[in-house]
């Protein structure tokens, strides 16, 4: 019987130890970074192209692409209607011979543009994600 009891104080013990040894306690520390100057200016002078040019690659949502007749008429009819039942996403209206397109949004992923495709596809059935140049 004392030997039993001895065994549980035993393994208790080493329970209670290894649960102590797994928390986490926070510390304080100092965070030093050292880099080469040259990383610096390289990384200033991104930001500076990156202000002259605001356009990166990125993905849109094609909602419209015709050609013919009325098409122009027709794109801008569908960017117009876009931008009233969806008016915090932005919509560009283009042309490439011979189409003209209505591309929606500026995602920076391709599951960021499915995500939203497939909440206009009850609206936008032919809608589909397509790479483009996207405003940053």
Known sequence: ????????????????????????????????????????Q???QYKKMSENSPETDGFRVQVFFDSGSNSKSKAASLKSEFETAYPGIKSYLSYKEPYYRVRVGDFRTLAEAVGFQKKIAADYPNSFPVKDKIVQ
């Open 1 to 40: 019987m004392f030997k039993i009891f001895l065994a549980a104080i035993v393994t208790l013990t080493i329970m209670h130890v290894t649960a102590m040894a797994q928390e986490l306690t926070p510390s304080v520390g100092k965070v030093e970074v050292m880099q080469d100057e040259k990383i610096t």
């Open 42 to 44: 390289l990384s200033e």
